[in-house]
């Protein structure tokens, strides 16, 4: 699973208290992420983490605590998400016949994966400046339709370039949607609740990656991949009609603070430490996972239909996963970012003596899909509280981070594996994922320094 690519992003805002001028934010869950928690503001040295003072409440405004999360909302969102990733990823079972049918190579229609990674980054990088003043309601809507759009474009492809285009749209929804994902949710529901509400967007991805690739292997062989990418098009339509009945206006809460703004996050240590903490986390996790399929075919040696077992509970315990960390993010954020890269490190180390076993495999590879399935969501909660005025422009930068911190994992991964084994790459995984735990205690420790 890439996705966080899975799971992922931009634009909010400055800090009203400090400057009457700007309009208040109307998420429930702006004042009480903003209370006690780092904010972003302008300063001559660029933007900085700084404690938040209460705002005055007032009599027109409807406290967040009080108002209703809506759920409906955040389910919509979550089915969004489960069409994304299956967007994203149904090219991976259907190479074959793609390539056969557009007179290209396996490697060449490959290309698709990897042009919609691309799109992905530039979108999260400039969507929240480019959008402007428009309602992010109206945003969503307009980056569903462009899914329905895209998945057209695809199953149409006259050609090898076609394909490529509706190929880079499907990326260009796929980092807009993820940078948007955290500050949709604290608009969608209170401070306290954020988390849970991001486990489900989450969910929706864990459960596409459980049954993107063999639904479209099914719908390939049944009806042609045209055909299973045309079967996107009538979901995305639905998501598009759930979220027009169930989102609220969702008006930015600032001026559009312009394109520097994702950089110059960058000149704060407590943001840069996270975001390399994030970054080095899905690096580790990558460097491995993108190679067990080679680790089960000839170090455990097992057959089809068991590597299909083993993938499965993976993706099962993944989904399981994304249940279960919400109250732990809730008990202690940074905790739970710090021990579950040292977990998946004791995982990918006892793959090494036990890879030839293959009910450990299967045990091991399931605590595996349980941990990093829901690592995300503890990243994406820090993003809602680290930055609750700019989760916007916060999340397209973790996004972008995100994935070329796959693409570096893969490769780097793949490079030791074809060099020296598996336990070249699975122990360099090892290491990788605990360095990631000791950035995010440095980036919980950051964050406490920060002067009152």
Same mark, same amino acid.
């Given at each position: ?22 309009? @208040? ?11 006690? @928690?780092?904010? +972003? ?32 909302? *955040? ?19 259907? &190479? ?21 990674? !691309? ?10 400046? &480019? ?21 057209? @474009? ?28 955290? /500050?949709?949710?604290?608009? +969608? ?22 049954? !993107? ?14 055909? /299973?990418?045309? =079967? ?45 903490? =994030? ?22 040696? *097992? ?9 499965? /509970? ?49 045990? +091991?590879?399931? =605590? ?81 320094? @920060?002067? /009152?």
């Amino acid at each position: 699973m890439k996705s966080p690519r899975q799971f992922g992003h931009h634009g909010p805002a400055m800090l009203s208290a400090q400057n009457p001028n700007l309009p @208040v934010s109307s998420g429930p869950a702006y004042d009480k992420a903003a209370a006690g @928690v780092s904010a +972003l503001r302008h300063s001559g040295s660029g933007i900085r983490p700084e404690p938040v003072k209460h705002r005055p409440s007032d009599s027109s405004r409807q406290e967040p605590d009080t108002q209703r999360a809506n759920w409906s909302g *955040v389910f919509a969102m979550s089915l969004c998400v489960f069409a994304l990733i299956a967007s994203e990823f149904m090219p991976v079972s259907l &190479l074959t016949p793609i390539a056969t049918d557009l007179h290209v190579t396996e490697g060449m229609a490959g290309q698709g994966i990897a042009i919609s990674g !691309a799109f992905a980054v530039l979108a999260s990088l400039s969507i929240a400046w &480019l959008a402007g003043d428009l309602d992010r309601k109206m945003l969503l809507l307009g980056l569903t339709g462009l899914m329905a759009v895209s998945g057209a @474009v695809v199953a149409l492809a006259p050609g090898y370039a076609v394909y490529l285009t509706g190929r880079a749209l499907i990326g260009v929804v796929i980092g807009g949607f993820w940078s948007l994902s955290a /500050a949709t949710a604290m608009r +969608l529901v209170p401070a306290d609740r954020v988390p849970r509400a991001l486990a489900i967007f989450n969910g929706g991805n864990a459960l596409a990656t459980v049954i !993107a690739a063999p639904l479209g292997s099914y719908l390939g062989a049944v009806m042609g991949w045209r055909g /299973a990418f045309l =079967c996107l098009v009538p979901v995305a339509a639905l998501v598009l009609v759930w979220q027009w009945t169930s989102l609220p206006a969702m008006p930015p809460q600032v001026r559009n603070p312009g394109p520097g703004t994702v950089f110059r996050m960058l000149k704060s240590r407590f943001i840069t430490l996270g975001m390399v903490a =994030c970054g080095t986390f899905f690096m580790g996790q990558f460097a491995l996972f993108t190679y067990v399929r080679p680790f089960l075919e000839t170090v455990t040696q *097992v057959n089809v239909s068991t590597l299909s077992l083993i993938l499965l /509970a993976t993706g099962v315990t993944g989904v399981i996963g994304t249940i279960l960390i919400g109250p732990a993010l809730k008990r202690s954020l940074y905790g739970t970012l710090a021990v579950i890269p040292v977990l998946m490190a004791v995982i990918a180390l006892g793959l090494l003596p036990l890879g030839a076993s293959t009910g450990a495999v299967l045990v +091991l590879l399931g =605590c595996w899909g349980l941990l990093a399935t829901s690592a995300p969501v503890g990243w994406w909660s820090w993003i809602a509280r680290a930055m609750p005025h700019h989760a916007e422009a916060g999340g397209g930068l973790m996004v972008a981070v995100i994935q070329l911190s796959i693409a570096l994992g893969s490769t780097t991964g793949g490079l030791l594996f074809d060099a020296a084994g598996y336990q070249a790459t699975f122990a360099t995984s090892a290491a990788i994922l605990l360095l990631a735990a000791l950035l995010a205690a440095m980036t919980a420790r950051s964050q406490l320094r @920060v002067p /009152a």
